[in-house]
Structures are given as C-alpha cells and as structure tokens.
C-alpha cells in the first residue's frame, strides 16, 4: 500500500519563487489561471504570446506585461511551457530553446512532450513539472478565494540541484500547498493522466452514456427521457462522489440505486471492459497511442475533425440542447 506523503507549506522555501523571472508561454485555461494567480501573489511574471494571438488583449486588460515568446523566454529564468500538447514541440524548438540559459528552469503542466521525447533540453536546464488536478479557471478561483486545488511536482532534470524545490515553491505559488501537494514522476502523471482520460473520465464515461441512452431509445421508450436518465444525472452523482468518494455516493442515494450498483455495475464494466482496460494502458505505456496521436496533431487532423463531427451529429446531443435550453440555472439567469 502507498504511503505517498502530501507536502504542505511547511516544506517551502518561497524565496526560491520570488526570486525567479517567471515566463508564462500560453494564455488558455492553465495558463491564464497560472499567470494570473501568480501575477496576483507579486511574482515577477510575463506572459509569452506568438504573433497575432488572440489572448494578448486579455492579457493586457489585467495588468499583466505581454512579450513575444522568445522576448519572454530571454527575460525569464524559469520558463512554464502551458500550451496545447500538439502545439508544444514546434514552439519549443523555434522559440523558446534557442533562447534558454544555463541555470533556468522549463516548467510543464503535463508530462506528454518530455516523456514522449518530443521535446529534449539541454542537460544545463531544470525541468520539472507541476499539475494542478483541476482546470484553469477553477485553479484561479479557489487560489484567489484563499484555498488551493492539489497539485502533482515531479522532476526530470536537476541541473541546479533545486529542481525540486523550486518546482515545490511554484505549486505553492499557485495555492495548491493548502490542499496538498503529491510527488510524482513524468512517466506517471503522463501515462496516468491519458488513461484516466480515455478510460474512465472521457472515453469512457461518454461511450457509457451513449450506450445507455441508445439501449433505451431502442427499447421505445422518449429520448427526452433517456437524456435525463442517462446523461443529465450524472452530475448528481459526481456530485457526490467528489464530495464523499464512493461510499458518500452510496449513503446519498436510495437503497434501491445502492443494490442496483452492487448487482448490475460489474456486468457492466466486467472482465471484457477491464481487458480493454489493459490494453489501453499498455498502448500508452508503449508509446503507441503518443505516436499515434502526434502524427493526428502534426498532420491534417482529418480523422480527428471527422469523429468530432460524428460525435456532434448524435441524436442525443440534439435532445440535449432542446432540454437544456429550458434549464435556466445553466446560463446563470435562474434564481
């Protein structure tokens, strides 16, 4: 049994973050909630943008200072890489390696480039990682609210001897000591990360869903119904799951959903479902599905745009936005 430790502001120096030059490349989710979580704290931060981004005037409405990447990346002395995966290669080696110096810090919030070797520092660079396990805007609210999500550091690179430590100050930056910080290594938190993805929290909960409102379509019984019952519950109970784990779910439902859960889940997601399972992880752990998905993102994309658009078309996205319309709550305008 794991007795992973969760690390705390106790264990921070924060001078080592103040200290820093901090180069945020990217404005999206995470990095927004970074730059300006961080900016907020009184860190020396700059948010790196390619030519003609769209953020650069979000970027200035909030006081944040705005350079060309390889600007940023020549005034920093740590250098957090918070762009798309697909993206991330191409930017690094055109904009931001010719412009590192001995002694910085390369700073990711997901493992996929270094631990794929898509990207490859030079040996003088910390590189080091920290994954807050929420997104951004969440991140942003909670920190500026005083509290924090947790974060995951991990360490590829030690070429100061403080790659962990300054990776620990930079979580703390972010809030994420007030709810715990995990050590973890990039193979981890990457092969972790994509199958949680494509098993559990995306491929399949969205395939369970489908599966479960085509069943009962099929059987004759309204649409409309099949959406409650199959998608727009779900958040109910996820709801509380996150607040109570699975055994706070099972106290908050009825006896009748409790038993159905015990008999009928393992039928669903039995020996044929943990297979695949397996077979997803290995295809990560080798490397395949990183292959496979780089050629996807580098290339036209045709196959990926293709299944996007399938997905959109599915009768149960059209049932959706018909019973979601008349949801009120859901644009902020119910009461």
């Known amino acids: 049994m794991s007795n992973a430790c969760m690390l705390s502001a106790e264990d921070v120096d924060p001078k080592l973050l103040a200290a820093r030059r901090l180069a945020i490349i990217g404005y999206g989710s995470q990095g927004a909630a970074h730059a300006r979580i961080l900016h907020m704290s ?56 010719p412009h590192l110096k001995g002694g910085d810090a390369l700073l990711f919030a997901h493992g996929f480039n270094i631990h794929f070797g898509q990207i490859n520092p030079p ?30 550091i991990a360490v590829h690179q030690d070429a100061t001897g403080r790659a962990r430590d300054v990776a620990l100050a930079y979580a703390h930056g972010l809030g994420s000591t007030r709810a715990g910080v995990l050590e973890t290594t990039f193979a981890e938190e990457t092969e972790t990360d994509l199958f949680g993805e494509q ?63 015990y008999v009928s889940g393992p039928r669903v997601i039995g020996a044929a479902s943990r297979k695949a399972m397996q077979e997803i992880l290995a295809e990560i752990r080798s490397g395949e599905f990183a292959k496979r998905w780089i050629a996807e993102g580098q290339g036209s994309q045709s196959e990926f745009n293709r299944l996007r658009a399938e997905g959109r078309k599915h009768q149960i996205e059209e049932v959706g936005a018909r019973l979601r319309s008349r949801m009120a709550w859901l644009s902020g305008s119910g009461k």
């Open 199 to 261: 098993a559990v929290l995306c491929g399949g909960l969205s395939s369970l869903i489908l599966a479960g409102f085509e069943t009962l379509v099929e059987a004759g019984y309204q649409p409309e119904v099949a959406y409650f019952e199959c998608l727009h519950e779900v958040k109910l109970i996820v709801d509380l799951i996150y607040q109570g784990g699975l055994t706070g779910m099972r106290k908050g439902v009825s006896d009748t959903a409790e038993w159905g859960d």
């Open 42 to 97: 009184g860190a020396d931060v700059r948010v790196g943008l390619r030519d003609g981004s769209g953020s650069a005037e979000a970027v200035r409405g909030v006081g944040i200072t705005l350079r060309s990447v390889p600007e940023a990346v020549k005034e920093a002395n740590l250098v957090a890489v918070l762009i798309p995966d697909t993206a991330q290669a191409k930017v690094y080696r055109e904009e931001i390696a």
């Open 123 to 152: 040996k003088d660079v910390d590189v080091i990682m920290v994954a807050p396990k929420s997104p951004g805007p969440m991140l942003y609210r909670e920190a500026s609210q005083g509290n924090g999500v947790p974060s995951l």
